[in-house]
Structures are given as structure tokens and as C-alpha cells.
């Protein structure tokens, strides 16, 4: 059966040039001079010519009959009889039908021949270019006949580019013109095909979505929803919503997005793609139950997809209902048990558990599966380096920091591409561990090695900063080229805020405010300055620059904890900042300082087991935070747990001292101290008052 992009064109033998369209007319040789024979013939005999078309016709009606049964016996038959026409008269247009006959056969190399053999007879043979095209297009998707990818593309096009040339008005020529014209990274003359066909078949759904395409790939996406927009409205075509709910989530317009794919979604409910899209504009739109409730529908409809199982894990894990996203993951590891996606998700759920075990054996066996494909030439860095991230941050959550450097140290030999991000991540894991001194020279060699990039100056300032060198941190800055000066003014104000020279970091923090065009450019520096008011005790102006920083972005989690955590820390307004905290806990449940805010909002309200739950959550994530310690300390504390509050007072202080210079605070320490100091002494008399009495 015909197995290429368009059906064969039959009636295209009855009208074409040469012996077979003149054969039928002999009655009409009277008004032909017979002077004229050889130029209007390619065999100037009439008999022979007439027994040509006979032979012709009863291959033509063999190949009829092939064409609707598909039994090879018909295409031998076909074939017979149209290589005795050819041997009567070698017109150009038998050689074509034997060259279909051929490709119908699937003897592709003959056809090829043959389809070339014709157009040196007739250069100008319409169906020829266009059996070549097909044969050309088809061994395209045949991967393992396609040696030369490129070759086959350029062929494909010369002979589509004849059939333009012949018919412009051949649509299904032009639209495969303009998808190889991409192949070809020729995304003007793609368009230019596009427009071609839009011109006189404005609503033809195949050349909208291609147009649309390109411009989503060209990263025009407001040209994608322009062009779409006019279409959907007078042509229903579920495809082309979701095209332009595709092209909205590329401009970040999730309600249309949604919109578009809701409609997509009415129009074929039983299509999945359409349901597919609609999750996604969902979870672009934090509607996570909505999205949830979308993959539930599509394990009903692909029920051995293990991505649907994945992706309703995923929303469990950042809903926090780790049981239900443990239920979901377990679907698709039965249906997918060797993806690497849902590996990797797997141990991002252990961690979200605080199983760092588990997580870092299960990462460390899925490297080792990576590595042995490797050796067998499958290797995969992109996903290795991933996993190597992932392994090395396992461990310093785990508190191994030795190992987390390794780790890092690893993933840095993974090629150039990783090496950049493994030497950030070394860095930052020297910087967690409080080794400030190691951590600055690793920053400092590798500088050095790439003085063009202005993120390891930064990253080299800030390090400065942590170590209490506000002046060399400023002067580093200063001398950075490549960013542009609000960034650099942004970077100026949090080094001084860090050095406590607040009314710098004010200026600095102003000045990129000034310097801010953008929406999101000026919640970061609004965010900034509601930091240095904080550190001020302005909480007034404090708090509107938060306010302002959330009309932007209601979702930013580090200043909602921060909000949340300002109000708290104070004792004001403690449900709105329980409030804001839990919001920013639904967009990252682990973090370890949303969980500390939490707890400490809880312990100022009075709710001492909600406060130890959360506080405990904190430390599990983040162990050795000498200020969540001493949170959960004050909670054990006021429970009347004095061993535990001992026990966790004196870790925090041990903490204290590997604090960065930056952030060691020796009033704090010292206030730390007289309570240990205190609750020591209450025990002690508790203890001695105990003895007397027995």
C-alpha cells in the first residue's frame, strides 16, 4: 500500500504529454501535419504508438487494482505491461508510472532511477518532481535508511522547489517546502512558503499552525498569538488552541493560556494532548489542584504513562502531601522503573523527607547505571551532571560536607559545560561548611582562569563580604565589567547592608531603583531596601517596600518569609505573618528558614506543638543553623523539656562558631549563653531541691 505524504496521482497519465496523452486521439492526426510526428511524439509510429497505449492501459488498470487491494501480483502485472510500452514508445511520462509503480513496490532505488530518467526526457514532468519529493520526504522518517539526513533534505527541496515552479498553486508542496526550509535553518523562506499558502487559504489550519511554530522557535511569541488570536475565533480547530495556549505560556500570559486550552479541551475532550497543555497554563497559573485534577484524568486516558504519575507527584511533593506524591511516584516507576526523570525525582522526595540515605544511595547507583552506558558509548552528560548536582547536595544537607565537595570536584570533570557550575557549587558548599578561607581561594583561582566572567567577580565579592571585608568587597565590585550598573548598585547595596553600613546600602539600593525600568527589575531593589529599613527598624517603610515587591510578585517566597518573618520576630500581627510564611513554604515545603519562620511564629503565638513540629522540620533540613537551633532550644524550654533545650543550646553554639564572620553575632552568642547558663542553674536547683526531699 502507498505509504508517502500524498496518494498516487493517478489521472495524472491520462492528461500528461508524449504517446499516452496523444494515443487516444487519432482521430485528431488529420489535423496534424505529419511533418510534425517526430517533434509531437516521442515514437513517431502510430502502431506502435497505439500498442504502447493498450500495453499503457492494461498496466494502468493493474496498477487501479493494485492500488485498492494491495496484492503485489497487481504491481508486477502494472509493471510488465508498462516496461512493453516503454519499449514501444520511451516517453517520459510511462518512465514516470513505472518509476510509481516502483516506489509503490517499495523499490525505492529503482524509482529514484527511473523518476531521473524521466525528467532528463522531460525536464518539466510535473509528477516526476513530485514522486521524487515524496520518496525523498519518506526516507526522512525512515531513520534507518537515512545516512545523510542533509543530502536527503536538500534533495527533497530541489524537487519541491520544481513542483513550485510548475504548480505555484500546489499547497501540500509548499507547506513541506516551508517545514524543510526549517530544517535548513532558512526561517525566512519558510515564513515567506507560509504567507504564500496564508494568501489564498487564509484559515488553512496546517500553514497557521507551521507559521505559528516557527515564530514560537524564533522566540516571537507575541507574533504566534497575533497571527493565532484572528484564526480560532472562525476556525474551531483545537490544534490551533493549543498553539496559541503555547504561545501565551511563552509571554507569560497564564490566564489566556489557560483560557486557550480550555477551549482546546471542549472542542476534543477525548484528545489528551489538549489536556496536556491545560496542566501545564494550571501549574504556570499556581492552580496546582486544578493541574493535579487534570493528570488524574489523563491516568484514566493513558493509564501506562508513567509522565502523568510523575508530574501528580511532583504537585503532591510541592502540596507537601508527601504520602500521596510517594503513591504517585510508585506508579511511575512501575510503568517507567529505569527513567532517569523519575529516578531523580525519587530521591528529590527522600530528601523532602529528610532521607538523605536513601538519596544519595539512590543517586549514587542511578551515576553508576550512567557510567557503565558511558563505557558502552551511550553516554549522557547533560543527565549526569544533573544527578552529580543533585548527589552533592544530598550530602551537604546530610551535614557530609567532605563528601559534597567531592562530589563537586566530579562533576567539574564532566566537560566544559559543567565545569563552570561544579566550581560554583564547590565554592558555595565551602562557603555552607563555614571554610570562608578555602572557599575564597577556590573563588580566586578560578577568577583567575576566566577574568572575563563577571559572575565569579561577584561571586568573589560576596564571599569577601561574608568574610566582614566590606571595603575589598566594594572595590571588587567596582572593577567588574559586563553587568550592567543597577545590577552592580544591587550587588553594592547588599554588600553594605552585610557590613551593617546601612545607610550605603540604602543609597546603593535607591539608585538601581532609579535604574529599574521593568516591573520585576524594581521588586528586587524594593526588596532590597525593605531589608536595609528592617535592619534600620524602620518597619514602616519596611513594609511598604515589601507590599510593593508582592503587587509584583505575589509568589516571591524570599520576601514573603521575610515579611512573615519581620512581623513575627516582633510579636505584631501574627496571623498575617503565619499567613505570609505558608504561602511561602507552598512554593519551596523544605526550605529550611521558611520552616524555622514558621516555628517561631507558632512558638509567638502561644502554639508550643505546632512550633516544635515546624521547628523540628527546620533542623532536619537544615542541621546546623545555629539560629533554628536556638529557636527549638527556647521551644523545649518553655515545654518544661530541659535536657532537650540543653542539649540543643549547646549544639547551636557549637554552630556559632563556624558561623561566617558576617554573620556571627556576639550578642547573640552571649544571650544564648546566659540562657544555657540560666537553665542549668533551674535544673541544678530543681535536682538539688528533689535530693532534700527524699
Excluded at 516507576?333 to 529516578?343: C, F, Q, R, S, T
Excluded at 512573615?564 to 501574627?574: I, N, P, S, T, V
Excluded at 542539649?647 to 556559632?656: D, G, H, I, M, P
Amino acid at each position: 500500500m502507498r505509504t508517502y505524504f500524498a496518494g498516487t496521482i493517478l489521472a495524472i497519465a491520462l492528461c500528461a504529454t508524449g504517446a499516452v496523452a496523444q494515443a487516444p486521439g487519432a482521430a485528431n492526426t488529420s489535423a496534424r501535419n505529419a511533418s510534425d510526428a517526430p517533434e509531437a511524439y516521442s515514437q513517431p509510429d502510430q502502431a506502435k504508438r497505439a500498442e504502447a497505449y493498450a500495453d499503457f492501459m492494461i498496466g494502468h488498470l493493474a496498477e487501479m487494482q493494485f492500488d485498492t487491494s494491495g496484492e503485489s501480483q497487481y504491481a508486477q502485472k502494472a509493471e510488465d505491461y508498462y516496461k512493453k510500452a516503454l519499449a514501444l514508445d520511451p516517453d517520459a511520462a510511462i518512465t514516470e508510472r513505472l518509476a510509481e509503480i516502483n516506489a509503490a513496490s517499495d523499490r525505492t532505488a529503482d524509482a529514484i532511477r527511473l523518476a531521473k530518467q524521466a525528467l532528463k526526457q522531460d525536464p518539466d514532468n510535473l509528477a516526476a518532481h513530485r514522486l521524487l519529493a515524496r520518496i525523498y520526504i519518506h526516507e526522512l522518517g525512515d531513520s534507518s535508511s537515512n545516512l545523510n539526513q542533509a543530502q536527503t533534505i536538500s534533495d527533497a527541496v530541489a524537487q519541491l522547489e520544481a513542483v513550485q515552479r510548475l504548480d505555484p498553486n500546489d499547497t501540500e508542496s509548499q507547506l513541506w517546502l516551508a517545514h524543510l526550509y526549517g530544517f535548513q535553518n532558512k526561517p525566512q523562506k519558510s515564513e515567506a512558503e507560509l504567507r504564500n499558502v496564508l494568501a489564498h487559504s487564509p484559515e488553512n489550519p496546517s500553514a497557521l499552525g507551521q507559521l505559528s511554530q516557527l515564530y514560537l522557535d524564533e522566540g516571537r511569541p507575541q507574533d504566534a498569538v497575533a497571527l493565532l488570536k484572528s484564526s480560532v475565533n472562525s476556525e474551531e480547530n483545537p490544534e490551533l488552541y493549543d498553539l496559541l495556549g503555547n504561545a501565551y505560556l511563552k509571554t507569560h500570559e497564564y490566564p489566556q493560556a489557560q483560557d486557550a486550552f480550555e477551549h482546546a479541551v471542549q472542542l476534543d475532550p477525548d484528545e489528551p494532548n489538549h489536556r496536556h497543555g491545560l496542566a501545564k497554563a494550571y501549574l504556570a497559573n499556581d492552580r496546582y489542584r486544578h493541574a493535579l485534577a487534570q493528570y488524574q484524568q489523563l491516568t484514566k486516558m493513558e493509564p501506562d504513562n508513567a509522565q502523568n504519575y510523575l508530574r501528580m507527584s511532583q504537585i503532591y511533593r510541592h502540596m507537601n502531601q508527601l504520602d500521596e506524591a510517594q503513591a504517585a511516584l510508585a506508579q511511575a516507576k512501575k510503568y517507567a522503573p529505569e527513567n532517569l526523570e523519575v529516578l531523580y525525582n525519587e530521591a528529590l522526595l527522600d530528601e523532602a523527607q529528610a532521607r538523605y540515605q536513601d538519596a544519595i544511595q539512590l543517586l549514587s547507583d542511578t551515576i553508576a547505571g550512567l557510567r557503565a552506558q558511558e563505557q558502552s558509548g551511550q553516554a549522557a552528560p547533560n543527565a549526569m551532571a544533573i544527578l552529580y548536582e543533585q548527589l552533592g547536595m544530598a550530602h551537604r544537607d546530610a551535614g557530609d560536607y567532605a563528601s559534597a565537595e567531592k562530589v563537586f570536584e566530579q562533576m567539574q570533570e564532566l566537560g566544559p559545560a559543567n565545569k563552570k557550575r561544579g566550581e560554583l557549587l564547590l565554592i558555595d558548599t565551602y562557603r555552607a561548611s563555614g571554610d570562608i578561607q578555602q572557599a575564597l581561594a577556590e573563588a580566586q583561582r578560578a577568577r583567575a582562569a576566566d577574568q572575563s566572567d563577571s559572575s565569579l567577580g561577584v561571586t568573589y565579592a560576596m564571599l569577601l563580604s561574608d568574610n566582614d571585608q566590606t571595603d575589598a568587597a566594594t572595590r571588587v565590585l567596582r572593577g567588574i565589567s559586563g553587568q550592567s550598573q543597577r545590577d552592580t548598585d544591587l550587588d553594592l547595596a547588599e554588600v553594605e547592608e552585610r557590613g551593617k553600613h546601612y545607610s550605603d546600602a540604602e543609597k546603593y539600593a535607591k539608585r538601581a531603583l532609579a535604574l529599574s525600568s521593568s516591573p520585576q527589575e524594581k521588586e528586587s531593589a524594593w526588596f532590597m531596601l525593605g531589608a536595609i529599613y528592617d535592619d534600620k527598624k524602620q518597619y514602616d517603610k519596611a513594609e511598604d517596600m515589601f507590599r510593593k515587591s508582592l503587587a509584583v510578585n505575589p509568589h516571591d517566597a524570599m520576601v514573603l518569609n521575610y515579611y512573615g518573618y519581620m512581623l513575627a520576630d516582633r510579636g505584631e500581627r501574627l496571623n498575617d505573618a503565619i499567613a505570609m510564611i505558608q504561602r511561602a513554604l507552598r512554593e519551596d515545603p523544605t526550605n529550611g528558614a521558611y520552616l524555622d519562620s514558621l516555628g517561631w511564629a507558632y512558638f509567638k503565638q502561644g502554639n508550643l506543638p505546632q512550633a516544635e513540629e515546624f521547628l523540628q522540620k527546620a533542623v532536619s533540613h537544615d542541621q546546623n543553623d545555629p539560629t533554628i537551633l536556638g529557636h527549638l532550644g527556647e521551644v523545649y524550654a518553655k515545654m518544661g523539656k530541659s535536657e532537650r533545650a540543653e542539649q540543643t543550646w549547646e549544639k547551636a553554639l557549637v554552630c556559632w562558631q563556624k558561623a561566617l564572620p558576617a554573620d556571627y553575632s556576639p550578642r547573640k552568642v552571649a544571650a544564648l549563653q546566659n540562657k544555657l547558663k540560666n537553665l542549668k542553674r533551674r535544673v541544678g536547683q530543681h535536682s538539688s531541691g528533689g535530693a532534700e526531699l527524699l
